[in-house]
């Protein structure tokens, strides 16, 4: 949301509960005028514009700092609490970082830096709400005026995300880009002020952030819950508060669709709002979820940080096209581009994805050199190799530099995987290369997980019946898990 704007906050109903948290429930005038006093302090705090860290685990306390800082006039860069100690280092020094929201919990991780300007939230009475006490709007608006000369465009936020690669980066986004990444949302599910919804995904990340937004900015109420480490306590609150909208990465459905399903059947029908997405998610899951959720529109979306939401699919209107990521966010436009650069018409010819839209983020920060190379005139260049068919549905074939050249053949790991997952005992597979010049095989290498014990030679000879022989692994390794980012992305680069 652009904050000069009342409306956009949503005050026209100022005693309806906006954020449920573990020990706190707060209303939209409580939450619209505690950020206007945060930020008020903080700018009296701060004269500089450097950005500001928010350290802080999923609560009541992260919702308003996150939404507070950037009124203040300040870059907010939202920090994840598992965060390894050497990428805090280095955020904390590429991100230009004096000032940091956190809690106590977190000191140790301050001792080698006296001079980081440490606010507690414990010992801070901005953060503490006053209860009992409704603001209208005309006492709010003498209390604190709007602020009205943020400009749409200026970076609010600064999210670091490591990827797949290890090397953490600032996405630098907008006002602009956040106001309608969370509208595209609102519009592509029909949310509107009935949507109550069960968020366990961390807010210090773009997926959980955005459907923050979009449940503030469409009038609802969102119940906040701090990860996905106790599902139980999860599913009670959503029966507790009647919560009609879940939002999850497809991992956390998985386990609602395995081991917690008794229990997720109970509350699945009252719900009518489901978004996943930041990962795959095998067919089998998706008609689950579908037969099992018969009530909800159930939305899968693709993006990144730097272009969230670039597509959409309902699985119930699309559901013939549910192995596809979907069409084009009606704000979005999206190119595919062959190695010349020229844009490709034809459908099922591949191309690298090119996003346009005003959800595309002003480059990264403090790096130039990646901002040029990422961030051109025609557009976001995603690094995923896709195509359309010819209804217009686009499906992911692989990460333009993951694509594997065998025998003069472009072969997409992701097609090896998505054919060894179908084995029914394989749980998840990663595909790389390992060229082994005196060996003379393709050097392809299959990570696998399994649910039982799979003998080498009979999934060996599952991939022959399945695959063209230059596509067949050379060497498969079983292991008990992925490495992966907090949304599930394989992180490929510590397999090799």
Known sequence: MIYHKLEQYNITQPGKVAVICKKAKITYSQLFFQIHAISHWISVQVKSKSPIGILLPNSLN???????VPLSEKIAVPLDPSVHKRNFEIILQEGDITHIITTKKFKP?????PKLICWYVEDLDQFKIVYGVEHDHVSLLNYYSPINYLSPNETAYIFFTTGSTGAPKGVMLSH????????NIVNYMGMDDTVVESLPMPLSHSFGFARLRAVLQSGGTVIIENGL???NKVLENIKTHNANALSMVP?????????YLTYFKG???????????????KRKFKEQLMEVCSNAIICMHYGSTEASRSTFINFKKDKDFIDSIGKPTPSVIIKLLDEKGNVITQSGELGEVVVSSDTVSKGYWKNEKLTKEKFKPDGYHMGDIAKYDKNGYLYLVGR???LMNINGFTVSPKEIEIVIESHPWVVEVAIIQKPDQESKTNGITAYVVTSQ????????????????????PSLIIFLEKLPKTWSGEVEKYKLT
Request: aromatic share 12%; net charge positive; hydrophobic share 45%.
């Open 453 to 472: 014990p799979v003998k080498l030679s009979e999934l060996t000879k599952f991939c022959k019946q399945e695959l063209e022989s230059y596509k067949i």
């Open 400 to 402: 333009k530099h993951d």
């Open 62 to 68: 992260a919702i308003l700092a996150f939404l507070a």
């Open 229 to 231: 480490l106790f599902i």
């Open 109 to 113: 991780l301050f001792k080698n830096h």
């Open 267 to 281: 509350i699945a029908p009252s719900l009518k709002f489901i978004e996943l997405g930041s990962e795959a998610m």
């Open 176 to 183: 602009t880009n956040l106001f309608t990444a969370a509208s």
């Open 251 to 259: 991992t956390g459905y998985s386990l609602m669709l395995t081991t």
